[in-house]
């Protein structure tokens, strides 16, 4: 028999005092968030709210409606505490030229910045250890022909693109081929709103409105000027939140926003990584969607989260002077995976994006 520890608020649900434990962090004027872009508290500053609240506190937007093993409040995650007198902070840049390292002294990156991108033709791998890897559907038709196998489960994956490539139908549509393996799902979105994300399934055909009454799939949305000047906290619990709600799927919508927040380059390549590793820490399998470069499309907005990801996949648009312009997916690295490096052209269509895998772009 399992004891369960008594927390004093057994009906309150985790998504209610998570958003209660970022209130606590949201008070104070603008000014006195240094770490925020000028953007950032600009907006703060123009709404008037010294105190920002989460958006969606009614019962029905809670985020996660039943907890597995709840926490006591007593529990303290010092991961973020200041240090101790005589201690320093590490400041390590996760970007410097050797990477990060563990306690033991190894990288914390899997490559290097210039393997960043490889990946997919096979050499190197044992396909003994490979076929030991449990793995995971993308839920795009074509795309997953493309990767052999599929992707390793509990990957950080982006994806990458500009505006009207897909981005969003990408990661509902992830989310959507766990929903119909039986497999719980989260979807954090800082662009649109809850009713705006089920409303787009629902153009799709994807009854997302039923999987949130039945209490497997959350859909939760977060304003990033808040969930940035937050971000310890969530980077604390959400680990945790997660584990109790039993998601084996997450989106968050969309990491450039999140970026867009920090004017530091060095704060924001800092708050990234320290967030993708809490995105590691959490066990689930994650996509998250990105801007790509206006110069460049095949790097996101700011070059820091490919960097940071497991698989990489980017959308974009192919002009042509004789053909009109056609949208085209390329795998750009899926880590101990092979996987096809052809660009091909995709459509997307009242039910979701459809890889063409026999066509060319070209």
Known sequence: MT???????????????????????????PNDRPHLSGFARKI???????????????????????????????????????????????TTDPFDADGP???????????????????????????????????????VEGLDEMVQGGVPSRSLMVVIGSAGTGKTTFGLQFLRRGLQNDEKAVFITLEETRD??????????????????????AIVDLDPVEMANSLSSIRSDLPRLVDDFGAERLVLDS??????????????????????????????????????????????????????????????YVRSEFQETRLAVEVQKIRNTNHSRETKPYEITDSGISVYQQANIF
Do not use: C
Request: hydrophobic residues 30%; glycine residues 10%.
């Open 44 to 90: 703060l500053y123009d709404s008037g709210r010294g105190d920002l609240a989460v958006s969606g506190d009614s019962d029905e937007d809670d985020w996660f409606e039943s907890g597995v093993g709840e926490e006591s409040e007593t529990d303290t995650d010092t991961s973020d505490a200041e240090p101790a007198e005589g201690e320093s902070l590490d």
């Open 196 to 217: 705006a994300i089920l409303a787009t399934a629902d153009e799709k055909g994807w009854d997302f409105g039923t999987h949130v009454e039945e209490g497997r799939l």
């Open 101 to 139: 390292a563990d306690a033991e002294g190894e990288s914390l990156f899997d490559d290097s910045f210039g393997s960043a991108f490889e990946g997919g033709d096979g050499d190197g791998f044992d396909e003994d250890f490979e076929s030991n890897i449990p793995r995971i559907d993308i839920g």
């Open 255 to 316: 990491v450039s926003l999140l970026e867009m927040m920090y004017d530091d380059q060095a704060e924001r390549r800092t708050e990234v990584f320290d967030f993708t590793k809490a995105l590691k820490r959490a066990g689930v399998s994650t996509m998250l969607t990105s801007e790509a470069s206006e110069g460049n499309s095949y790097a996101s907005r700011h070059g820091i989260i490919e960097y940071l990801t497991d698989a990489v996949f980017v959308l974009q």
């Open 3 to 29: 004891r369960q520890r008594h927390t004093g608020h057994s009906h309150t649900p985790p998504a209610r005092r998570f958003r209660q434990k970022l209130a606590e962090l949201l008070d104070g004027p």
